[in-house]
């Protein structure tokens, strides 16, 4: 297992075994797809690629809000200056959290087409 796998651990959460194979359930509670071992591995690989990217956004967005917020409350203890570094703050969370959501779902908008796995009794 590599780095980049390991890092995928939040979509392979998402994946059950089964004797037929891996079963997707997206938040793990949708509605089971049958996949092969080898698009599990795929999309646990893209997500940790994902991630990195995710990570280096946020660094990249909180310096860019430091930055609009040093160019307009320069002192740094201006009131302005808090509430404008939170707001922005805030807005970076929730356009993280989106973005993660986004790329969690990957594979059910991939396998959206297949049928629904029904095995003959539970495991």
């Given at each position: 297992m590599s780095i980049i796998d390991a890092l995928g651990w939040a979509m392979a959460t998402q994946f059950q075994s089964h004797r037929e194979g891996p079963v997707y359930r997206q938040d793990r509670t949708g509605r089971p797809i049958l996949v092969t071992e080898a698009e599990r591995r795929a999309f646990v690989r893209a997500f940790g690629w994902k991630f990195l990217a995710h990570v280096a956004g946020l660094m990249a967005a909180i310096i860019a809000a430091a930055v609009?917020?040093?160019?307009?409350?320069?002192?740094?203890?201006?009131?302005?200056g808090f509430v404008l570094m939170g707001g922005l703050l805030v807005a970076i969370g929730?356009?993280?959290?989106?973005?993660?959501?986004?790329?969690?779902?990957?594979?059910?908008?991939?396998?959206?087409?297949?049928?629904?796995?029904?095995?003959?009794?539970?495991?």
């Amino acid at each position: 297992m590599s780095i980049i796998d390991a890092l995928g651990w939040a979509m392979a959460t998402q994946f059950q075994s089964h004797r037929e194979g891996p079963v997707y359930r997206q938040d793990r509670t949708g509605r089971p797809i049958l996949v092969t071992e080898a698009e599990r591995r795929a999309f646990v690989r893209a997500f940790g690629w994902k991630f990195l990217a995710h990570v280096a956004g946020l660094m990249a967005a909180i310096i860019a809000a430091a930055v609009v917020t040093a160019q307009f409350y320069p002192k740094g203890d201006e009131p302005g200056g808090f509430v404008l570094m939170g707001g922005l703050l805030v807005a970076i969370g929730l356009g993280l959290y989106a973005s993660v959501k986004w790329a969690m779902h990957a594979p059910s908008r991939a396998l959206s087409g297949r049928p629904t796995f029904s095995s003959g009794a539970s495991s």
